[in-house]
């Protein structure tokens, strides 16, 4: 894996396009946002594939048409697909290259703050099949990913919060000294200043592929990723992926998972309002009904993680650290979620 | 990779069917000569996906029927897909298995001699795409291969030669008394005798998949591998793939590719004629005119192995013994097509 930090990504991309065995795929909006740049780069126009933004494109018919491009341009395996866009474009790209002859190179230039501290790294890819989010995919490692924070810039709010939360959870999970720095920098952050953006990114990039590397196929270690994940998942599948965004329902997810650890005395009342005080200055807390709980229990119970139907919850056990476990009792679960939010 | 030779193979695959997580795949004749047994092993009727027999069978649209029976079905990350047939049905099952959940255990059961002693080994999954051979494809490896001879029983003349083509392919480029052994057991491998198959099939995996062990993604020494298939795939390619099967191309592919490596000096007349002699006991030879001739080396021009666009050939350097060449003149390469099966 290797992953660079750059301040001009379209110096960084044209030794990748001289020679005329490429593709580059992106979305519209990004396409309208940096055009002039974009075209600059490409020279030849046909050698880009515009994908309709939104989740929905992550499907097999956007793939078949990444398919007949590098048939029409005649890519080799010396060729390289170059992805531009944030998580959808990652992994439809990247499992596109993955199954063209057998694998071709492929380049990530994630333009969104999740995608570059999360979705980009892990080589996964995927895309959604018969109504299942990543039915189909690949374990594949993009030759490299190259990082310019320029395009967190032209963020929305609420996308660039939804990667924020990642980046908390880097801290809470694996580094304790980070999420401080998080918390006395909040003001900055969402200034966007680009030395803080620079750190934050780049350190949330250390902390996960270095998880990574060490469990590539995602079988032990690499679970310690999922904190807020368990319960971030059922939000997103209760709400149909309409209401909540992926990160910001991971934050929701953080909040109730710290209370069950906070419950079950994995931690500190201290501990406890630190995290949760940083977490509620991201997002607007949500009253779950008891219907609602109900509801999300059965979807997580059917979550792939879990071993013998016992749901997986990785949960704080210190600073910096967490651990899994698979006995928390539903009614731990419920308490979390009717009072996460409250004093 | 695990490969086992085994005297039942409906003994052999009750283990994956015990619970009902799997999904097996095979195509119409299969079905048709062993339904009794099938249907046994099965128990659940609808655990079998049944594709229609023939390359062309090897597309994206069966990859989604695959997909949407293991949906059906509900296959979870533990789950099995057998896949029972020749080298079309091994190729689009482990395609489907490789992307499926990123990756769900498959098991081989090749019932083609081809398919036993070649495209069985080597992790190769692949369906056509656009009119092109394997253009979509991964690297992925079965749990296991198990290898019954009792299917070779059934195999139509022409397929059991095919397969036989690459038998004596590995003699050739690896192992000289597997080469003599072959010879001198001829009329018992045309007679089909158990011991005799088995040790062929035995001794074909042994050498095969020790290169491709050296070598799992194709960098170099699996290149050796590709002796006859430089003229093999011209002509398979030449004749729009109806004219001969793979492993008979494969076989006037050996005796053009023998001939260029006897006028290069590369090997001395003995062992020409020996390897010729065998090789003409399998196959009726073609004469290729000068028009076919130009036409099937522009096709070798266009080969994916070449560099620099020379054509690639490994040809045999002594017994047992091959090297690869990039420099061979266009008129060697006449000559050989033009004399090949001649005195």
Known sequence: MRFRLVDNIWDELKRYTVDDNYILITDDNIYRLYKDDIDRLLCVRNNILLIKPGEESKNLENVVKIYDKLVEKNIDRNGFI???????????????????????????????????????????????????????????????????????????????????????????????????????????????????????????????????????????????????????????????????????????????????????????????EEIRALLLSLIESYKFNEDEIDGLIKIMKNDKKNIDRKIAFVLPVGKGKVDTFFDIEEKTIKDAFLTYYRE
Chains 1, 2 share one sequence.
């Open 82 to 272: 170059l992805s531009l866009g944030g998580g959808m474009i990652g992994d439809l790209a990247g499992f596109a290259a993955s199954t063209y002859k057998r694998g071709i190179n492929y380049v990530q230039i994630p333009t969104t703050l999740l995608a570059q501290v999360d979705s980009s790294i892990g080589g996964k890819t995927a895309v959604n099949y018969g109504g299942y989010k990543n039915l189909i995919g690949t374990f594949y490692f993009p030759v490299e990913t190259i990082i310019d924070i320029r395009f967190l810039k032209t963020l929305s709010k609420r996308d660039f919060i939804s990667g924020l939360g990642e980046v908390v959870k880097y801290g809470i999970i694996a580094d304790y000294e980070f999420f401080k720095y998080i918390k006395e920098n909040l003001n900055g952050i969402f200034d966007k200043e680009d030395n803080i953006l620079r750190y934050i990114v780049g350190k949330s990039v250390e902390i996960k592929s270095s998880i990574v590397e060490k469990d590539k196929f995602d079988l032990n270690i690499r679970h310690n990723l999922n904190f807020g994940h368990t319960v971030g998942h059922s939000i997103e599948s209760h709400f149909n992926y309409e209401m909540y965004y992926h990160g910001e329902a991971v934050i929701l997810g953080m909040l109730v998972e710290l209370k069950i650890a906070y419950l079950k005395g994995l931690i500190g009342n201290e501990y406890f």
